[in-house]
């Protein structure tokens, strides 16, 4: 009889590597949009004023796509 549960291999994560289209410094977290807009975090908080209006979504720069936080 095979065993119904066969040992699963451990699968890790892509490191994914983000570079900020502000401040040109590679980031392990940026803020991404679909249309490759990256933005990492000291960045979007010193911009917030032109790039939130209320705190819950960001609007893409680039495509002007709304997007959530």
């Known amino acids: 009889m095979t065993d119904p549960y066969p040992e699963k291999k451990k699968v890790r994560r ?9 401040c040109g410094k590679g980031e392990e977290f940026c803020w991404v949009c679909p249309c490759g807009f990256q933005i990492c975090l000291p960045c979007f908080q010193e911009n917030a004023w032109g790039l939130t209006c209320n705190g819950i979504t ?7 796509a709304h997007r959530s936080l």
Request: aromatic letters at 18%; hydrophobic letters at 25%; charged letters at 10%.
């Open 14 to 22: 892509q490191k994914w590597s983000f570079q900020c289209h502000c």
């Open 58 to 64: 960001w609007i893409c720069p680039d495509c002007g």
